[in-house]
């Protein structure tokens, strides 16, 4: 079982303490036994004073980092943090980390990995109100501030609060496939995917209520991805004017309704690259994408690869996680760079 090991110092915000847990902690293979094993600790093993009106009570000290197969480091809003100051004993702790270890940071989290230098040169995110902070204070990191996560292989970092369960649910992901992610995630009653290039929603308007909105619209494109959607088709969903629904989509979802189809697509495509043998112009029909050029056109734009280098890279993994069959139609708030027509979205 593959050992994960949350460190909490002092100022811990306790929600994104407990994501790791809770994610990892509704990922069971096909036989039903768990798939990892979370811990959590301080420094000492000591109470951690939080950034609310409560401490909270561990389990661990430091030494349990020994154990950790994945290390990931909860974000603190302790002054020494933000300031880039290591805690006490902190840089010995890390010492006892394996090689080979993964390390993730939720948040300010990324603050401690670079302050032990463990993100020279490596690309990084934090969360957006903290960018300014962050990039004065380690120069040598390869800042992203505007994605929600980053992943450099064996060191990953994201941005605040929810991007930390789209990180956890990409780990579980990339270790065992999209299936078994996008269980822990209705369990957890998130988004299955959301792509860590996706910008962080910064300052944006909540919009006011007005006794409507597209989710139904949304729930009906959903089965009907393997068909071109016309706009007006989605507007009549939700009985607006197309002008109104186009206005209202994107003020609910950050993303136009070519946008966020061209996503959901992309999450059935990659769903059926991973869980059936279908070829990839039977994978690009059943998900809209109408031809596999078109589908690897889109998947290159969005992920960088090809759908055969995908299907290679997840497939291994996957396999041995489910059973072959069809992929899990969900909705995905990954964005995408590449612009739908204005009628017919296909």
Not at 64 to 86: F, K
Not at 98 to 108: A, D, E, L, M, Q
Not at 167 to 188: K, N, Q, T
Not at 268 to 288: H, K, N, Y
Request: proline share 7%; net charge positive.
């Amino acid at each position: 079982m593959h050992s994960v090991v949350v460190l909490a110092l002092d100022g811990v915000i306790p929600f994104e303490l407990g994501i790791p847990a809770k994610v990892f902690g509704l990922a069971y293979g096909l036989d039903g036994r768990p798939l990892y094993r979370v811990s959590t600790c301080s420094p000492d093993g000591s109470p951690v004073p939080t950034n609310a009106d409560f401490s909270i009570a561990v389990e661990h000290d430091a030494g349990v980092l020994a154990t950790a197969d994945t290390v990931v480091v909860a974000p603190s809003y302790h002054p020494s943090v933000l300031n880039g100051v290591l805690p006490p004993g902190l840089a010995e702790a890390f010492a006892l980390v394996r090689p080979g270890t993964r390390w993730v940071s939720i948040c300010t989290g990324s603050f401690v990995l670079a302050a032990a230098g463990l993100l020279d040169g490596r690309p990084s995110t934090t969360h957006w109100f903290h960018t300014e902070r962050y990039r004065e204070l380690f120069p040598a990191t390869r800042l992203d501030p505007g994605v929600l996560f980053t992943d450099d292989g064996d060191v990953l970092t994201s941005a605040g609060a929810a991007a930390g369960l789209d990180l956890c649910l990409h780990l579980i992901r990339r270790d065992h496939g999209s299936e078994v992610a996008a269980r822990a995630a209705r369990r957890c009653v998130v988004p299955a995917w959301r792509e860590g290039g996706q910008a962080q929603f910064v300052e944006r308007p909540v919009p006011p209520p007005t006794g409507s909105d597209t989710a139904a619209a949304r729930d009906w494109a959903l089965h009907e991805l393997h068909r071109p959607i016309q706009l007006a088709e989605l507007a009549a969903q939700a009985r607006m004017s197309v002008r109104t629904f186009s206005r209202r989509f994107l003020a609910e979802t950050g993303q136009t309704p070519g946008q966020w189809l061209t996503a959901q697509r992309l999450g059935l495509a990659t769903g059926l690259l991973e869980s059936s043998d279908l070829p990839v112009d039977q994978v690009a029909e059943r998900s809209g994408f109408g031809s596999a050029a078109s589908l690897r056109q889109h998947l290159t734009a969005s992920l960088g690869v090809s759908p055969a280098a995908y299907r290679r890279t997840f497939r291994g993994s996957a396999r041995t996680q489910r059973s072959s069959g069809g992929g899990v139609r969900r909705e995905s708030t990954g964005s995408t760079r590449t612009r739908a027509p204005h009628t017919a979205i296909r």
